[in-house]
T-cell receptor
Framework: DQQVKQNSPSLSVQEGRISILNCDYT??????FLWYKKYPAEGPTFLIS?????DKNEDGRFTVFLNKSAKHLSLHIVPSQPGDSAVYFC????????????FGGGTRLMVKP | SQTIHQWPATLVQPVGSPLSLECTVE??????LYWYRQAAGRGLQLLFY??????ISSEVPQNLSASRPQDRQFILSSKKLLLSDSGFYLC??????????????FGEGSWLTVV
């Protein structure tokens, strides 16, 4: 049972346009959400996070939106740059599970120059 | 600042051979430690986590094991590798109890190919 799902395995976007990566979850106990970026043959790096008490968190070109009623979050990258091309993982933490994270399957973003 | 290192970066092992991947964390004490695996084309799967020396929890039944002989050292082992053990293994850490922080930080990863 996948508690965190990223239904789009890949996404292609033109440089300068907006990239929107989506993530859905099923566990109502998730209270903290993170996005990680991963280049090939490297470990994932933390990108941005959001607590369930908020519906938006912004950091430079990256914004994460959380819709708790729909159990949906999204990562917006504006403007997209070729260096953003990577696999993006959505992750969630349940309030009763310490720092255990549940990851989605990842979305490969390709930003074309 | 905190850093995490894991090694070796790549290895090719025959079926039935043993495995040892090592991970160390610097700049923090009593961290939570994790081993993840990313199989080809798939997401990150938690294999083991540890909240303290000698305390290991397994998330997935398999022929792998983990040990934490020291506070900031985490080792992933196998006595006999299977072909299905091939993948990208990631060590990770997060702040321990009472230290705040909700983020998990990953090492560089180790590519294992079982042949």
């Amino acid at each position: 049972d996948q508690q965190v799902k990223q239904n789009s395995p890949s996404l292609s976007v033109q440089e300068g346009r907006i990239s929107i990566l989506n993530c859905d979850y099923t566990n109502s106990m998730f209270d903290y959400f993170l996005w990680y970026k991963k280049y090939p043959a490297e470990g994932p790096t933390f990108l941005i996070s959001i607590s369930s008490i908020k519906d938006k968190n912004e950091d430079g070109r990256f914004t994460v939106f959380l819709n708790k009623s729909a159990k949906h979050l999204s990562l917006h990258i504006v403007p997209s740059q070729p260096g953003d091309s990577a696999v993006y993982f959505c992750a969630a933490r349940a309030y009763n599970a310490g720092n255990m994270l549940t990851f989605g399957g990842g979305t490969r973003l390709m930003v074309k120059p | 600042s905190q850093t995490i290192h894991q090694w070796p970066a790549t290895l090719v092992q025959p079926v039935g051979s043993p495995l040892s991947l090592e991970c160390t964390v610097e700049g923090t004490s009593n961290p939570n430690l994790y081993w993840y695996r990313q199989a080809a084309g798939r997401g990150l799967q938690l294999l083991f986590y540890s909240v303290g020396i000698g305390q290991i929890s397994s998330e997935v039944p398999q022929n792998l094991s983990a040990s934490r002989p020291q506070d900031r050292q985490f080792i992933l082992s196998s006595k006999k590798l299977l072909l299905s053990d091939s993948g990208f293994y990631l060590c990770a850490w997060s702040a321990g109890p009472g230290q705040g922080g909700n983020t998990i930080y990953f090492g560089e990863g180790s590519w294992l190919t079982v042949v």
